[in-house]
């Protein structure tokens, strides 16, 4: 295993399993997690929005893995953004989950009241219920704005990144601010033709790697972290095999030139986005 280490000194894994999407089979879920603890998978990816966090947390008990061997994340939803209802929002969470901690909890989107959300995160941050707290999909400007306003900087910054979209300006301002970045989508949701791109192809073959997993070396050479999400267990460990290589300063800047400059899969620019983050409810 690979490490990064947040600003706080605790270590963070380089590559982690995603649960997005997998909400409608609980007990895939679990299954899918199992494979990848016993894959080696050290970090685990959740969410409230996500509906498995019950199912995650069962999947952990059932791997008898310490506890203190895990990174585990979740992320709080926007209809729990203000600072009273983060609060139970974190404990409902830790309950889900069934853990004492976690070692990470994100603010989910850059919506509505996340400043009062912020706050009830640096408290438990404070008392230990989280070793680390952060944010998803902050933007720059977010971003910065964010950490002019609160008392603790974020630690991780979980955004899009992948060859098609590589967000050269958005790691420059987060290396800056001492940040970490961490890349949902790597595989850019399967746009693209990522699988097959011959630049990728072509680069695997040296190493003998698939596209994938060049794609994964890709970000994670340039220190970000990647959580890639599969359900086949043949994928989940081809996804983990990426700890044999690295590329090469002229493989880097080939990958370089794949860059769209701009996302295809989210427009955070669109009011009905921000709409629909709004609607969407997780409780009552």
């Known amino acids: 295993m690979e490490y990064i280490k947040l600003y706080n000194g605790k270590q963070m894994p380089l590559i982690g399993y995603g649960v997005y999407q997998d ?9 899918a997690v199992l494979n990848a ?5 050290r970090l685990i990816d959740t969410a409230a929005a996500y509906m498995n966090e019950e199912a995650v947390g069962s999947a952990i008990k059932k791997s008898g893995i310490k506890r203190e ?3 585990v994340t979740s992320k709080i939803w926007v209809q729990d953004f203000s600072y009273e209802s983060a609060k139970k929002a974190i404990d409902k969470s830790l309950e889900n989950l069934g853990l004492d901690y976690l070692d990470l909890y994100l603010i989910h989107q850059p919506v509505g009241d996340y400043i009062g959300a912020y706050r009830a995160l640096e408290e438990a941050y404070d008392k230990g219920k989280l070793k680390a707290i952060g944010v998803s999909n902050f933007y720059p400007a977010r971003l910065v704005d964010l ?3 609160v008392r603790i900087k974020p630690m991780v910054n979980q955004v899009e990144l992948h060859p098609f979209f590589q967000q050269h300006e958005a790691l420059k301002i987060m290396k800056e601010e001492g940040i970490v ?39 994670m050479d340039r220190g970000v972290v990647v959580i ?5 267990i043949d994928r989940i460990k081809e996804n983990f095999d990426v700890f044999n290589f690295h ?22 620019d669109l009011p009905m986005l921000m709409r629909m983050f709004h609607e969407y409810k997780i409780h009552n």
């Open 23 to 31: 909400k409608h089979d609980p007990n895939g879920c679990e299954e």
């Open 147 to 149: 950490c002019l306003s």
């Open 247 to 268: 590329l090469t300063p002229d493989e880097m800047q080939d990958i370089a030139k794949l860059d769209l400059g701009h996302s295809e899969i989210v427009d955070y």
């Open 181 to 219: 970045t961490e890349a949902w989508g790597p595989f850019a949701e399967g746009k693209f033709g990522i699988f097959q791109n011959p630049t990728l192809v072509r680069i695997g073959e040296k190493y003998h790697k698939s596209a994938a997993q060049v794609a994964l070396r890709w970000n």
């Open 69 to 71: 061997e895990l990174f």
């Open 37 to 41: 603890l016993k894959t080696g998978y």
């Open 228 to 232: 890639p999400k599969s359900t086949h």
